[in-house]
C-alpha cells in the first residue's frame, strides 16, 4: 500500500464493494464482519462515499458500518499543484469525519466536473437522446473551466507561503484547459465521421451490431488471458484489421491526450473496465438511463481504487468478471473475491 513517505505495514487490505456493504447494513450481526475485522484491515474510498452520499437519508448507516469495522480511508495522492499521482494514502479518519470533509470540501466541485465529464460515455451509450455533441462539449468545457478555477482559488490562499506557486500553477491549469478543449474537439471529429442521426445516437448498438460481436460470444470466454482472448476476436475484424490497431488501443491505454503522459496503473483499470462494458463483456444493464449509467460508473471507480488493496470482496457477478479480466491483463496483484452469503 503506497504512500508519499512509506509503505503500509499492517493485516492485509480489503476493499469492500458497496453491495458487501450494503449487505453489512441490512444484516448487522453477521459473523462474516467480525472475521473479517480480525483478520483485515477494511478500507473504503471516496468513491465509497459518493455512493453513500446517494443513499440521501440512509447514508449515516453505512458510515456506522464502516465504523464498526474499524475501516480505514483509501485515496490517491495528489501533489500540492493538483496532480494525480500513482500513489495512494490509507489514512485512520473516522468515516462520518471523512464523509463530513467530502461534501463540504472536495465533493461539488469535482461532482459537477466528473458528472460532465461522463455525458459523452453517456451519450455512446444511448442516453442524452435530444442532445448534439457540441451542446455536450459545451457543458464539458464549462465544467473543467469551472475546476480549473476551483484550484487557482485554492492556491490564492497559499500563494503568500510558497513563493511562485500562483504561475506554475496558472501556467498549468492554462495548459490542462487547452489540451482538453483540443481533446473534446479531436473526439468529436472522429465520432461524426460514421453518425447519420447525431440527436439519436447509440453507439454500443451500433458497435456491437456492426461487430456482430456481444455478450452472448464474450461471455463464454473462460479464464485466463480473458482480454487476449477478446483481442484475438477482435483484430480480424473490418475496422481493426485494416488500421493495424494494436490491444493498447483498443483497451484505450495509448498516451492520456489530455495530460499528456504515460496512464497510471488505476487509470489503465478504469479505461479496460469501460472498454469491457462497452465490447458487451458482462456488461451492465440499461445504461443508457442516468441511475445506471451512474452506478456502472462508480464501479470502475471502485475497480480502479480497489488495485492498491491486497483483496477486493464483492457479491457482482458482472463486476467480479469484469474487474478479474482487468487485472489480469494489468497484472494488478489485488485478488478479488466473490463473496457468497446463504440465507441474506
Not at 54 to 60: A, Q
Not at 301 to 308: C, N, P, R
Request: hydrophobic share 35%; aromatic share 12%; net charge negative.
Amino acid at each position: 500500500m503506497k504512500t508519499p513517505n512509506n509503505n503500509y505495514d499492517g493485516k492485509p487490505t480489503v476493499y469492500l464493494d458497496h453491495n458487501i456493504l450494503d449487505l453489512f447494513v441490512k444484516t448487522r450481526d453477521l459473523p462474516f464482519a467480525s472475521e473479517l475485522k480480525e483478520k483485515y484491515q477494511i478500507i473504503y474510498s471516496d468513491e465509497t462515499l459518493k455512493e453513500i452520499k446517494r443513499t440521501g437519508d440512509n447514508g449515516s448507516q453505512f458510515l456506522e458500518a464502516l465504523e464498526s469495522l474499524e475501516a480505514m480511508h483509501l485515496r490517491i495522492f495528489v501533489t500540492e499543484s493538483f496532480k494525480v499521482t500513482d500513489r495512494a494514502i490509507l489514512k485512520e479518519l473516522n468515516p462520518f469525519d471523512a464523509f463530513e470533509d467530502y461534501c463540504k470540501n472536495i465533493e461539488p466541485i469535482y461532482e459537477a466536473m466528473e458528472k460532465a465529464t461522463a455525458q459523452s460515455l453517456l451519450k455512446f451509450y444511448g442516453g442524452r437522446a435530444g442532445s448534439d455533441f457540441e451542446e455536450i462539449n459545451r457543458e464539458q468545457i464549462d465544467s473543467f473551466g469551472g475546476l480549473m478555477s476551483y484550484i487557482s482559488d485554492r492556491v490564492d490562499e497559499v500563494k503568500d507561503l510558497v513563493p511562485g506557486v500562483d504561475a506554475a500553477v496558472s501556467a498549468y491549469t492554462k495548459e490542462m484547459q487547452k489540451s482538453f478543449n483540443e481533446a473534446l474537439a479531436q473526439s468529436t471529429v472522429e465520432l461524426r465521421k460514421n453518425i447519420e442521426d447525431e440527436l439519436n445516437y447509440s453507439g454500443v448498438q451500433t458497435y456491437r451490431n456492426h461487430m456482430k460481436v456481444g455478450p452472448v460470444q464474450l461471455n463464454n470466454i473462460e479464464p485466463p488471458n480473458v482480454i487476449e482472448k477478446i483481442w484475438s476476436i477482435y483484430k480480424t475484424l473490418d475496422g481493426y484489421r485494416e488500421n493495424n490497431f494494436s490491444i493498447e488501443q483498443f483497451l484505450g491505454l495509448s498516451q492520456n491526450p489530455i495530460y499528456n503522459r504515460e496512464m497510471y496503473l488505476h487509470e489503465k483499470v478504469t479505461s479496460v473496465y469501460n472498454v469491457l462494458n462497452v465490447i458487451g463483456y458482462y456488461p451492465d444493464s440499461k445504461m443508457k438511463h442516468d441511475r445506471r449509467f451512474t452506478a456502472a460508473m462508480s464501479d470502475a471507480g471502485h475497480a480502479a481504487i480497489a488495485s492498491f488493496s491486497d483483496f477486493l470482496f464483492s457479491r457482482d457477478a458482472a463486476f467480479i468478471h469484469k474487474t478479474r479480466a482487468a487485472y489480469e491483463y494489468l497484472n494488478v496483484k489485488t485478488q478479488v473475491i466473490e463473496v457468497i452469503v446463504n440465507d441474506v
